[in-house]
């Protein structure tokens, strides 16, 4: 037996324990992205001959196929492939990363690894156990896409599947690499991430350049690969042997890093800080503990908002005057009210702004449940035995969170606005006007944990459930009422349409206020967890 | 005498679990009050009570002359806290956190924050992850003992210092205590509390079960004595409050209720003393008895 190894299987059976409830949820919403989608594409595109008006229109688009990516065939299946596909893939990739993470960085972080560690366990186990347990989701989320397609075509349905999951182990790969180099969970997670969003956008920059996405960026990107299996269109099955020779080196390195460094030692240690400190208040403090990734997300938005408003007039260009395409562009959230470049441009941009927007619904939610992890962490008890009030406590996430999600649109809205060239002014009130939206499911955050702060997480699942509102929900024609239930569908797509009306922004805004004065209510008269 | 924590009837469930059930406690001002039970006592729920982090179900609770709920700003002015588990920011540097907690109350003294690092012999550039559990804990002492405070509550402060830290970490009792302070200190380390506590609440199941000061407390409880007699031992097992006699040749040993201890050496005296020695109760058996028996307060 090989003492290194030691302990993996006792340590697997942990992982996928503690994993008992998360796994399965994130599997489902992988496959269910997927699934979802033949049903609700047979019956909007029923005809080949629609099919087949899809397919020219998509590839002569190329903001549509820096969102979805080219299409490769007709077929129901290959219309599925290429509108879930790569999101699936994108999806896989940050389930992987957080049961990596999870069960390597954050084990030696809070420490507990370290009992683990004492007992009969190999030096390779955990991180072996971790990358099983990714291994595990990933295979269930392939096997439940390969099974529920199979209708459509067996060797499609496999290509996919294997794509998915393996698109997945890539990042649970450099996941594990990311593990060994920080010392802090949140920064190996932040890292993969990083990476995960940088493979969606060369992806997406590569497609709107190439019709045929044969780009050199999309070669780069991971998920590029991924759509470069072309499952249900003649697939490319070698392809998934760039998955596995990119993940198997992946992973030799970071057994390589593993077996170099002390359990709880990273190979960027933490630096020693200043002995006298200058912060005095609750305020500096929340400032201090979320500003690296205040910046982190800053930078991210405004490079995402320079490249694809870079796209726009590239993706408008070879489109014309098509009322195919306005009918599609007004199906994804855009309002092209008459035909034009200009128009076209602007039902681009809104597009992009709405995209962002939601993404920084996610931001949000990260800062305000900063609160909840100083509570459950047991650093805001000792905090709060000074004369520090809750409000006070509060109100310094708070306002980074409110302010600094303001602060990304804004440069999401520059980003776009210099990326095309022009009218920078109108793509900064393009995303700032998402605003009310992303603040309202900032404020529910809050609620959740001023009220009840053990489901606080379950702000994920708001904020999640408005981005797979806006994303998918336009193309599986859900009823009105279901899409109402986003905040962002009630704001007006800008620029472009006709002048907005100022109301959904007051009341929006409103909302949020009166949802943060009951947060704060409700965490001043509960009990502090212990 | 003024109180500077003053509880009476406190209670406090979790679901069904009653942490508190009826707790009292009465802290003088000025003195080192030891807070003594099992694990799961409620000793920490009543600190968190006392310091406005939880809600109290019914019951009076006072610190300091205020609130602990409603004015637990104004009060934290005036109260330092360590926790038995002091958790720290990753990021921040033990110095840090020391002026922070120390600006967000009533102020740190710098000169003392200086001794305090150096006699702790604590590392203040270092990041809290790097830190170990020891060295966690001096970081919330030093920022406890230097700052400017009335009152120091202390829940299990010294768990992970070593004997040399201990030390230390008495002596910074003793000095506050002679400053004027008042000190709630949690503890299971028996010996710290006889040597640094003027009077000791004993809670049991969230209720209190024993308060007063050690002399008071050992008044309660059995010395053992153990003597050579010159004769028969005669009737001194049939003396009320003598337990468990053990003779073996002109060797008894006995344990004796220590208020009853006079009537005790009168009859030993009779039969002829050769040698004698006894022991006061210690505090260990103060506590087990209480831990031991349920409901046995005498």
Not at chain 1, 84 to 89: I, K, L
Not at chain 1, 100 to 110: A, G, I, N
Not at chain 1, 203 to 214: I, K, N, V, W
Not at chain 1, 419 to 433: N, P, R, S, Y
Request: charged share 15%.
């Amino acid at each position: 037996m090989n003492t290194q190894l030691a302990g993996t299987g006792a340590l697997l059976r942990l992982a996928l324990r503690r994993d008992r409830v998360m796994a399965p949820v994130w599997i489902l919403v992988v496959a269910m992205l997927v699934l979802s989608l033949p049903g609700s594409l047979e019956s909007v595109y029923g005809t080949a001959a629609e099919r087949e008006r899809l397919l020219a229109t998509m590839t002569a688009n190329g903001s549509l196929r820096a969102l979805y990516g080219p299409v490769f065939g007709d077929s129901i299946g290959a219309l599925t492939a290429w509108r879930g596909g790569v999101f699936a893939g994108l999806l896989a990739g940050v389930m992987s990363l957080v049961i990596v993470v999870r069960h390597t960085r954050e084990e030696e972080e809070s420490g507990r690894q370290e009992l683990l560690s004492a007992a009969m366990v190999g030096r390779r186990a955990p991180l072996t156990a971790a990358l099983l347990a990714a291994l595990t989701a990933n295979a269930a989320a392939a096997l439940l896409v390969t099974a529920g397609l199979a209708g459509r075509g067996a060797a499609g349905a496999l290509a996919l599947g294997l794509g998915i999951g393996a698109t997945g182990m890539l990042f649970a790969a450099l996941a594990a690499i990311a593990a060994q180099l920080t010392e802090s969970a949140r920064l190996a997670k932040g890292l993969t991430g990083a990476f995960i969003g940088a493979a969606f956008v060369l992806r997406a920059a590569g497609d709107a350049g190439a019709p045929d996405g044969g780009s050199a960026l999309t070669w780069i990107s991971p998920l590029g690969w991924l759509e470069h299996v072309r499952a249900f269109a003649a697939e490319r099955w070698w392809v998934l042997a760039l998955f596995a020779a990119a993940s198997a080196a992946q992973l030799v390195a970071a057994y390589a890093l593993a077996a170099r460094r002390d359990v709880g030692m990273s190979f960027l240690p933490a630096r020693p800080g200043p002995a006298r400190g200058r912060l005095g208040s609750a305020g500096a403090l929340a400032w201090r503990l979320q500003r690296g990734a205040l910046l982190g997300w800053s930078l991210g938005f405004l490079a995402a908002g320079v490249v694809f408003g870079g796209m726009t007039d590239g993706a408008t260009e070879l489109v014309g005057d098509n009322a195919r395409t306005r009918e599609i562009i007004e199906r994804m959230g855009g309002q092209a009210g008459q035909a034009g470049q200009g128009v076209l441009a602007d039902a681009f941009l809104a597009t992009m702004a709405g995209m962002l927007a939601m993404v920084a619904a996610l931001y949000i939610v990260s800062a305000v449940l900063r609160l909840s992890a100083e509570e459950s962490g047991q650093r805001a008890e000792p905090l709060l035995a000074n004369a520090v009030g809750r409000l006070r406590w509060a109100g310094g996430h708070l306002a980074v969170a409110f302010g600094g999600s303001a602060l990304i649109l804004l440069l999401a809205g520059l980003g776009l606005g210099i990326g095309h060239g022009e009218d920078i002014g109108g793509a900064v009130a393009a995303t700032l006007g998402q605003l009310p939206a992303v603040w309202v499911i900032g404020a529910l955050a809050a609620l959740l944990h001023g009220a009840v702060p053990r489901f606080a997480v379950a702000a994920w699942a708001v904020a999640g459930a408005a981005l797979a509102l806006g994303w998918v929900g336009p193309a599986l024609n859900l009823p009105q009422a279901v899409l109402d239930l986003s905040p962002f569908a009630h704001l007006p797509k800008l620029p472009g349409g006709q002048d907005p009306s100022w109301a959904p922004f007051v009341a929006l805004t409103a909302l949020a206020a009166a949802l943060l004065a009951a947060a704060l209510t409700a965490l001043r008269r509960r009990d502090l967890a212990a | 005498m003024t109180k500077a924590i003053r509880v009476a009837g406190l209670h406090k469930a979790f679901g069904r679990t009653h942490a508190l059930d009826g707790l009292d406690l009465s802290v003088a001002t000025g003195q080192v009050h030891g807070f003594l039970g099992p694990n799961g006592a409620g000793k920490s729920t009543a600190i968190r009570v006392l310091l406005g982090l939880l809600r109290a179900d019914s019951g009076t609770a006072e610190l300091l002359g205020g609130d602990p709920w409603a004015d637990a700003v104004a009060l934290h002015r005036r109260v330092a806290y360590v926790p038995g588990d002091v958790t720290l920011w990753r990021n921040l540097s033990g110095g840090e956190v020391i002026d922070l907690y120390g600006r967000l109350r009533g102020g740190l003294d710098r000169d003392r924050r200086a001794e305090l690092t150096e006699r702790f012999e604590l590392d203040p550039t270092k990041k809290g992850r790097t830190y170990s559990k020891g060295n966690r804990q001096k970081v919330a002492l030093v920022a406890a003992f230097a700052s400017d405070v009335e009152l120091l509550i202390l829940d299990e402060p010294t768990s992970g210092l070593d004997p040399l830290m201990e030390e230390v970490f008495r002596g910074c009792v003793s000095e506050a205590r002679a400053a004027g302070r008042t000190i709630l200190l949690s503890s299971h380390i028996l010996s710290e509390v006889e040597a640094l506590c003027d009077r000791v609440s004993i809670i049991r199941k969230g209720r209190t079960v024993e308060s007063g000061t050690l002399a008071e407390l050992r008044h309660l409880t059995r010395t053992s004595i153990s003597a050579e007699l010159a004769g028969p031992p005669g009737a001194i097992a049939q003396l009320p409050g003598v337990h468990e006699v053990e003779v073996r040749g002109p060797r008894i040993s006995l344990q004796a209720d220590t208020d009853k201890l006079d009537a005790v050496l009168r009859s030993l005296a009779q039969s002829g003393v050769r040698s004698l020695t006894s022991s006061p109760p210690t505090l260990e058996e103060l506590f087990l008895r209480h831990y031991a028996n349920p409901g046995a307060v005498r």
